[in-house]
T-cell receptor, first 116, second 113 residues
Framework: ETGVTQTPRHLVMGMTNKKSLKCEQHLGHNAMYWYKQSAKKPLELMFVYSLEERVENNSVPSRFSPECPNSSHLFLHLHTLQPEDSALYLC???????????????FGAGSRLTVL | AQKITQTQPGMFVQEKEAVTLDCTYDTSDPSYGLFWYKQPSSGEMIFLIYQGSYDQQNATEGRYSLNFQKARKSANLVISASQLGDSAMYFCAMRGGTDKLIFGTGTRLQVFP
């Protein structure tokens, strides 16, 4: 496989469930990102991992727990979510770089999460 | 603080016509990058075009061009010769000194025959 692959593509869970979203990239990138996309709102950056270290945690509630075991894999562990957490969760990867530059983020197709 | 503004929630264009999608930005960083992404109904964000703040010429990629007006802080996307497959959401984004990529709210483009 090539690019950025996200699984599952669709997930329905109750508020008491525990589930995980998985992201895998085959591009040789060393930075990975989780974004949340809700209806009629800009994409919200949740977490950034650069060289397998978390470098950004954008005031995300603790019911979202990221894990980056290596530069190719990124997980988002979910527990005791709320209905307002229903959204499209997008994973992206890029080359790690400080400052500005044309290091383009490559996105996966997203995981559509519905919390009942 | 950095901010991206897309004021057009939706746009319509006839096939083979050109269309301009507006984007304005705000940043205090002297060096920054501007991006446009396309998101079809499948959900994947597809990179279209990049413009660096110090680039002298407007960026072009095939049918896509970026009308960069630095003094006005605008970075409009121009799509020439629209195709039915161009129907999608389009997002403007910016990366400044913090290396965080922030997005606007998007414009839904619909191309009709």
């Amino acid at each position: 496989e090539t690019g950025v692959t996200q699984t599952p593509r669709h997930l329905v869970m109750g508020m008491t469930n525990k589930k995980s979203l998985k992201c895998e990239q085959h591009l040789g990138h060393n930075a990975m990102y989780w974004y949340k996309q809700s209806a009629k709102k800009p994409l919200e950056l949740m977490f950034v991992y650069s060289l397998e270290e978390r470098v950004e945690n954008n005031s995300v509630p603790s019911r979202f727990s990221p894990e980056c075991p290596n530069s190719s894999h990124l997980f988002l562990h979910l527990h005791t979510l709320q209905p307002e957490d229903s959204a499209l969760y997008l994973c992206a990867s890029s080359q790690a770089e400080t400052g500005t530059g044309a290091n383009v983020l490559t996105f996966g197709a997203g995981s559509r999460l519905t919390v009942l | 603080a950095q901010k991206i503004t897309q004021t057009q929630p939706g746009m319509f264009v006839q096939e083979k016509e050109a269309v301009t999608l507006d984007c304005t930005y705000d940043t205090s960083d002297p060096s920054y990058g501007l991006f446009w992404y396309k998101q079809p109904s499948s959900g994947e964000m597809i990179f279209l075009i990049y413009q660096g703040s110090y680039d002298q010429q407007n960026a072009t990629e095939g049918r896509y061009s970026l009308n960069f007006q630095k003094a006005r802080k605008s970075a409009n996307l121009v799509i020439s010769a629209s195709q039915l497959g161009d129907s999608a959401m389009y997002f403007c984004a910016m990366r400044g000194g913090t290396d965080k990529l922030i997005f606007g709210t998007g414009t839904r483009l619909q191309v009709f025959p």
